[in-house]
């Protein structure tokens, strides 16, 4: 039993002992029920915590070294080519399942399309293939780190195909193609004209309008072979650079010559009027006389209708080549023995060019039952006019000579020399060749004496030239037995 001193240190040590656990908190706490306190649960999660990071931490790097020995010499996990996952095969498997499955892919033809045309194009012909060693080798060595090894587990890496394009081959290829397939010439567009038998009793014509085209033409060969290099093998088509050649023409210039010029010219016979005499033109005749060409460039081109004049006017010339008159040049004869002036006299020829000119004008306006053009004619000149003859002053005799006597055998033939000879006009400085006439010698010899007498020279050889100032004119007379010979001029 306590007394009171008992009773006052109790309580004094109680109270000592409450205020030492107020200013020192134990570490611990732990009563008889089991309770334990919070910062003990702590260290103790902590502490479990650490442990199970080093057990980890320990595995992954056991895990790290693993692979990364067994990686040695692989490609690296997540790598794929065109679509085919190589990651992880070492790189002859890895060049083995590239081959198996993009090989296909490498030989297939090269679709291509220029200007709307689609062609193909043989890989191995134009030098085009794979170094599929090459695209293992870019697939790179495995990684080092860590979380690199880590990454590649969750995604993946395109690796692109290591093409090899000899380009020569490639620029053959692609300009063979172009030249046989591609290229085209605009097509400027024009009139077609068929003949159509049985139309009419004439023969019809019937005129078609050629719709003017585009054309195309690959415009650099050099940026083509760049295009397939990019793009194969993977691409589904190619595109090739094109230069689009406009024709110069458009379609409602045909179409408007078509209606206004050429169908007009073509709808039926075309009646020619000459002077007395007609005939006609047919389809046909006009057919093989049109032509076409284009005028001019750019927005102002026209398509220009022409007609072969010499093609139109050999058709009618049968007819109408009879009312031309040739020119007559004015002449000296001798009735009675004396000089007589003939008069000259004018000729007319067609003048085709003036007469077809405007046909196509004519036509184009002309109603159904006036279809006709009337020929026009040009003057003809003679090249001898009357006052050229009158100008030579042949008026008077100058000169005369005859033989006779002879038997008709030593004059034969003077008759057909006389007339070649009569009338014949010698102008000053002219010869004349009289052997050309082949006359007896007793002709030749009354011929000479007379040219002599007149006052012209005579040379061997029969040849007489009039060198005197004024013209003189030749009559000859012959009967079986005489020549009697006349030169008519102007006496000095």
Known sequence: MGGPDDGERSTSETDTDIDLVDEFPPAEVTRTDGWTSPGIRWRRGVGNALVALGAVTGSLAVVYVVDLVVGIGDVPRGVTVAGVDIGGLDRRDAEAELRRELGPLVVRPVELRAGGIDVSLDPREAGLGVDWSATVERAGEQPWLPWARLASLFGDREVPLVTTVDEGAVKAALGRLAQERVNRPAIDGGIALKPVEGVHDDGGVLPQAIEPKVGTRVSDLNAAVAAVRVHWPHAERIDLPVEVLRPRLTAEAVHAVLEDTV????????????????????????????????????DGATLGVTLDHAVLSSAVQSELGVTERPARDASLVFR????????????????????????????ATA????????????????????????????????????????????????????GALNGVVVKPGETVELEAYAAPPPWLAVVEEAARRAGLSVAEGHRITNDTETAVAVHVRSTATTVRVTLWGTRP
């Open 367 to 418: 109603p159904a039952d006036r279809r006709e053009v009337t020929v026009l004619y040009d003057a003809v000149e003679p090249a001898v006019t009357t006052q050229d003859v009158h100008a030579l002053e042949v008026r008077e005799v100058v000169a005369t000579a005859t033989t006779s006597g002879h038997a008709p055998e030593e004059l034969a033939g003077a008759d057909v020399a006389t």
């Open 336 to 363: 009675n023995g004396t000089p007589v002036v003939v008069p000259s006299v004018r000729g007319t020829r067609i003048d085709w060019e003036r007469t077809f000119a405007g046909l196509a004008q004519t036509l």
């Open 263 to 298: 169908r007009p010219l073509l709808a039926g016979p075309v009646l020619v009027r000459g002077d007395g005499i007609d005939s006609v033109l047919l389809p046909e005749d006009i057919r093989q006389a049109l032509g076409f060409e284009v005028r001019g460039d750019g």
